[in-house]
C-alpha cells in the first residue's frame, strides 16, 4: 500500500546533538513538507520541497536542515542551534493545490 | 498572504448532539480548504476538501462543510456526535496557482464527546 513512513516513532537527543528525522513516501507525489506541531500552537511548517534538489524554508526554519536528493526521501535534521527542539514532528506529502495532504504518524522528539 | 482562525480551541458535545467546528480564512484570491482530524500521537487524516464547484462538500465519517465566500467561513459540521469523533481537527487554505505555497494551518479545535 503506498503511504509515507517516519523514523524513529520517539526520539531522544542530548543537548548539543544533530538528529536526523527520516521521512519516505511510495505515493509518487512530487511535494513533501516537515511540520512542527506544539500542544495549541497547531502545525507550523518548517521547510517544503516541490521538487528534487529544491527546498524552501517555512515559517519556522531557523536551526532545522534538509536534503531532497531523491523524490521519496525528505530527512529532516534538529541541529543543535534549534533551542527548543522538544516537539511531534509530522512529514506531509501532496499533489498540491487541490490533493491536500497525506501524513506520515509522526516522531516524538525529546531533548533529555 | 493567507490565514486561518479555528474559533473555540476547544469544543464539548453530548453523544448524540450536533457538531460544529468554526473555522474562517483570509485569502486575496479563490481559496482551497481542507479539514483534517488528529487522534492522539497519529498523523492528520483528511476528513474532507473544497476546491471547486458545489460548496455543500460531505467527507467522511458523516461530517461535512460548507463553504460560504461572503463570510470567508468553511464550518464543519456533523448532525449526530459519536464517542468516535473525539479527537482534534484542523482547518487548512492552500492557493492556486501560487507555486511552492503549502497548506497552512490553525491551531486547531479540541473535539469532546460525552456520554
Not at chain 1, 90 to 100: M, R
Not at chain 2, 52 to 59: E, M, P
Not at chain 2, 87 to 98: D, I, K, R
Amino acid at each position: 500500500d503506498g503511504g509515507i513512513t517516519q523514523s524513529p516513532k520517539y526520539l531522544f537527543r542530548k543537548e548539543g546533538q544533530n538528529v536526523t528525522l527520516s521521512c519516505e513516501q511510495n505515493l509518487n507525489h512530487d511535494a513533501m513538507y516537515w511540520y512542527r506541531q506544539d500542544p495549541g500552537q497547531g502545525l507550523r511548517l518548517i521547510y517544503y520541497s516541490q521538487i528534487v534538489n529544491d527546498f524552501q524554508k517555512g515559517d519556522i526554519a531557523e536551526g532545522y536542515s534538509v536534503s531532497r536528493e531523491k523524490k521519496e526521501s525528505f530527512p529532516l535534521t534538529v541541529t543543535s542551534a534549534q533551542k527548543n527542539p522538544t516537539a511531534f514532528y509530522l512529514c506531509a506529502s501532496s499533489t498540491l493545490p487541490e490533493g491536500g495532504y497525506t501524513f506520515g504518524s509522526g516522531t516524538r522528539l525529546t531533548v533529555v | 498572504a493567507q490565514s486561518v482562525t479555528q474559533l473555540g480551541s476547544h469544543v464539548s458535545v453530548s453523544e448524540g448532539a450536533l457538531v460544529l467546528l468554526r473555522c474562517n480564512y483570509s485569502s486575496s484570491v479563490p481559496p482551497y480548504l481542507f479539514w483534517y482530524v488528529q487522534y492522539p500521537n497519529q498523523g492528520l487524516q483528511l476528513l474532507l476538501k473544497y476546491t471547486t464547484g458545489a460548496t455543500l462538500v460531505k467527507g467522511i465519517n458523516g461530517f461535512e462543510a460548507e463553504f460560504k465566500k461572503s463570510e470567508t467561513s468553511f464550518h464543519l459540521t456533523k448532525p449526530s456526535a459519536h464517542m468516535s469523533d473525539a479527537a482534534e481537527y484542523f482547518c487548512a487554505v492552500s492557493v492556486l496557482n501560487q507555486a511552492g505555497t503549502a497548506l497552512i494551518f490553525g491551531k486547531g479545535t479540541t473535539l469532546s464527546v460525552s456520554s
